[in-house]
């Protein structure tokens, strides 16, 4: 376990250290989950989806769907 001070802004804000940061890879835009018990906070970061099976889906419904196209276009008399 790591220990660090933050120090929290008039606005609330705090910085998470820059050899935490990296620790945990993240970066600007990262989302954290935070949780408390009342006296204590707990983030914890919360992982990017991984988009490549999204990806490899889409490109296998627009070949199905440019198939179907073409065998409508056969199809016509």
Do not use: W
Request: glycine share 6%; proline share 6%.
């Amino acid at each position: 376990m790591h220990y660090q001070i933050a120090r929290l802004s008039s606005k609330g804000q705090f910085v998470i250290p820059e050899n935490v940061r990296k620790m945990l890879g993240l970066r600007a835009g990262s989302k954290l989950a935070l949780f408390t018990d009342g006296e204590h906070i707990l983030l914890k970061p919360i992982p990017t989806p991984d988009v490549s099976a999204f990806r490899k889906m889409a490109k296998e419904a627009t070949k199905v769907a440019e198939e179907a196209k073409a065998k409508r276009k056969e199809a016509k008399p």
